[in-house]
T-cell receptor, first 113, second 113 residues
Framework: DTAVSQTPKYLVTQMGNDKSIKCEQN?????MYWYKQDSKKFLKIMFS???????INETVPNRFSPKSPDKAHLNLHINSLELGDSAVYFC????????????FGSGTRLTVV | GESVGLHLPTLSVQEGDNSIINCAYS??????FIWYKQESGKGPQFIID?????DKRQGQRVTVLLNKTVKHLSLQIAATQPGDSAVYFC????????????FGPGTRLSVLP
């Protein structure tokens, strides 16, 4: 069983479109995250949710909107996609205290053309 | 956007040699550190962790050293194998966000036959 699963794995779309990436974790963790990884492999946090409540919202364009229907799911919706949004997006989860850190999904490679 | 000005350091080692990957962390208040390994096409995976009350911790073929005086962390891999080829990240828990970690820029390890 995949602990943190995100779909789709690859997403190619045109500028201006709206798209969503879904994430689900079956670990019973109470915190979920979205990270963006650029072409230089730099990992930057975007959002963090704890028990469905937003606790971190870094400097991210408001075209990006996370949605957490329950603590096992954290989806990412992106409006009006731009070329600069092309990156790999990782979902992750952790339990309170973060011991042993995060469990990451396998990533969604978003390409905006 | 992109991590402008940053580049991904690369370390090349011969198979069978020992590898040392270094990381400088930013926050003297950080009290918990993790090393992650990211293989191509996958999300980062936990390797080993260390708390700030320790200066060394050993795992299977890996050792993490922590020098709080100079805010430096290193990952030593003994008898490096081709399967160790990956990007390695250090992550610090800076205490401001609880379980939310700050990731370093990453180092690419290439193992030469």
């Amino acid at each position: 069983d995949t602990a943190v699963s995100q779909t789709p794995k690859y997403l190619v779309t045109q500028m201006g479109n709206d798209k969503s990436i879904k994430c689900e974790q079956n670990l019973g963790h109470d915190t979920m995250y979205w990270y963006k990884q650029d072409s230089k492999k730099f990992l930057k946090i975007m959002f963090s949710y704890n028990n469905k409540e937003l606790i971190i919202n870094e400097t991210v364009p408001n075209r990006f909107s996370p949605k957490s229907p329950d603590k096992a799911h954290l989806n990412l919706h992106i409006n009006s996609l731009e070329l600069g949004d092309s990156a790999v997006y990782f979902c992750a989860s952790s339990q309170a205290g973060g011991l042993r850190g995060y469990t990451f999904g396998s990533g969604t490679r978003l390409t905006v053309v | 956007g992109e991590s402008v000005g940053l580049h991904l350091p690369t370390l090349s080692v011969q198979e069978g040699d020992n590898s040392i990957i270094n990381c400088a962390y930013s926050n003297s208040a950080s009290d918990y550190f993790i090393w992650y390994k990211q293989e191509s096409g996958k999300g980062p995976q936990f390797i080993i962790d260390i708390r700030s009350n320790m200066d060394k911790r050993q795992g299977q073929r890996v050792t993490v050293l922590l020098n709080k005086t100079v805010k430096h962390l290193s990952l030593q891999i003994a008898a490096t194998q081709p399967g160790d080829s990956a990007v390695y990240f250090c992550a610090e828990n800076n205490g401001n966000y609880g379980q939310n970690f700050v990731f370093g820029p990453g180092t690419r390890l290439s193992v030469l036959p």
